[in-house]
């Protein structure tokens, strides 16, 4: 942001947010305002790693869902406890079985380029193929068997390594930089309603990955009792401790109540500290040469590749960059929840609200996509019990009935309603977003 016009208009709008933070906080409780503001900024990085994709490079990316997911995927995979015997029954089958994968990738490709055209390299290629195939499934298979026979109720499933869940955040981060390297090599061509759907097709596989594949991370079983990220305690770890009491009775605080907050007000400080970490270095990247070219790249493809920028690369760095934030915020979520239900992943939430929040906030500007995820965010809380409020009002005249019951019954579909007047509010008012970006 440059310009004091707009720096006033930035603290105004987030002084504004930061008032409907505090009112939530006295009006109702300030657990459910910690909770929202928590979420919010966990929402920001995901913004975030979007408008790195679409503010800087101008890339429609509509797989967010799958880069989040193989994120938390990392916090189980890190930090989650070690399945007794899974790696002797079948986990280092497993990775032979991958090994021979993409050994036998390695060798199509190699085959497909040194043979010369003609029938004889595709009987190669489709050899090479359905043989790698076979033995792959023949070492997969009996693995995956193995680990999921060990206690299915509790395990079945190759466990974690038991390491503490600020490791699986760079991990998360590492994990969906690489598959957003295979999907930007195979995608990035496209052009860009067909890179949306190819992206959004490749989330919906991962998400399918997670729920059928019972080694990995149970499936809809679910996984749960992973490892809070240090330095946050346990609820009852302060309840049991005489200073956080003494000082709950000095201050007349309930201390059940008072150790949800503290542990929400740690939560908030470290994602709060995560975000603005992330926003300095998008900051100073943006006003580099680099974020220049960018930004060049995404005005116009045809005149940054006369003056010799090599676009498809370009585009491929700022994705894999992007999609790494994204991962980033599904690591964190996940290690905050304590759990992975691959149930929860759906577009809605983790697809369709973080590019809403990045439009109201403006693409391009860092700090409006901070802006439009806490705002949105708490807008998608809290509309379900305002509509409530005002629905119960509306049909306190009525006489008892199917009308009656209807309006009352239908407050909770007023999110969808409120987030569709909000995106066509501000594409009408303000199509660059409240805070554009240059």
């Known amino acids: 942001m440059t310009g004091i016009g707009e720096t006033k208009r930035a603290a105004l709008l987030f002084g504004g947010v930061a008032v409907l933070f505090v009112l939530t906080g006295l009006l109702q409780s300030w657990n459910l305002a910690l909770d929202i503001l928590n979420i919010g900024l966990l929402s920001a990085i995901m913004a975030l790693g979007v408008n790195i994709q679409w503010g800087y490079a101008g890339l429609l990316n509509t797989g967010v869902m799958g880069f989040i997911a193989l994120g938390g995927l990392s916090v189980v995979l890190v930090s989650g406890q070690p399945t007794p015997g899974a790696w002797a029954a079948g986990?280092?089958?497993?990775?032979?079985?991958?090994?021979?994968?993409?050994?036998?990738?390695?060798?199509?490709?190699?085959?497909?380029?040194?043979?010369?055209?003609?029938?004889?390299?595709?009987?190669?290629?489709?050899?090479?193929?359905?043989?790698?195939?076979?033995?792959?499934?023949?070492?997969?298979?009996?693995?995956?068997?193995?680990?999921?026979?060990?206690?299915?109720?509790?395990?079945?499933?190759?466990?974690?390594?038991?390491?503490?869940?600020?490791?699986?955040?760079?991990?998360?981060?590492?994990?969906?930089?690489?598959?957003?390297?295979?999907?930007?090599?195979?995608?990035?061509?496209?052009?860009?309603?067909?890179?949306?759907?190819?992206?959004?097709?490749?989330a919906e596989i991962v998400i399918a990955v997670l729920k059928n594949e019972d080694w990995l991370a149970r499936g809809v079983k679910n996984i749960i009792g992973l490892p809070r990220p240090w330095p946050v305690p346990q609820e009852v770890q302060l309840q049991a401790n005489p200073a956080f009491l003494d000082l709950m009775q000095s201050i007349?605080?309930?201390?059940?109540?008072?150790?949800?907050?503290t542990v929400k007000l740690i939560y908030a400080v470290m994602f709060g500290l995560v975000v603005v970490g992330l926003i300095w270095l998008c900051e100073r990247a943006l006003n580099s040469p680099w974020g220049r070219m960018m930004r060049a790249i995404r005005d116009n493809e045809v005149s940054a590749e006369a003056m010799g920028k090599d676009v498809k690369r370009r585009h491929l760095q700022v994705f894999i960059l992007g999609s790494a934030v994204l991962g980033l915020g599904g690591a964190i979520m996940v290690s905050m929840q304590g759990q992975l239900t691959p149930a929860s992943y759906i577009p809605l939430r983790y697809t369709f609200l973080i590019w809403v929040m990045v439009i109201f906030g403006g693409s391009g500007n860092n700090w409006g996509s901070v802006l439009g995820a806490l705002f949105i965010w708490w807008l998608w809380v809290m509309v379900e019990p305002i509509g409530s409020m005002m629905m119960g009002a509306i049909a306190a005249p009525l006489s008892d009935g199917w009308l009656k019951t209807h309006l009352i019954d239908s407050a909770a579909q007023m999110r969808y309603l409120a987030m569709g007047v909000i995106l066509l509010l501000v594409l009408r008012f303000a199509p660059r977003g409240l805070l554009p970006g240059k």
């Open 252 to 261: 007349g605080a309930n201390p059940v109540t008072g150790s949800t907050i």
């Open 91 to 202: 986990g280092w089958g497993i990775v032979f079985a991958f090994v021979v994968a993409a050994a036998t990738l390695a060798a199509a490709i190699f085959s497909w380029r040194k043979l010369p055209k003609g029938r004889m390299r595709t009987v190669v290629l489709l050899a090479i193929l359905i043989a790698g195939f076979v033995i792959y499934r023949a070492i997969f298979d009996p693995a995956v068997t193995a680990i999921e026979s060990i206690d299915p109720a509790k395990y079945g499933n190759i466990g974690g390594f038991g390491l503490p869940s600020l490791v699986a955040w760079p991990v998360g981060a590492v994990l969906a930089a690489l598959a957003a390297w295979g999907v930007g090599k195979i995608a990035l061509g496209l052009r860009s309603d067909y890179l949306a759907i190819a992206t959004m097709g490749i």
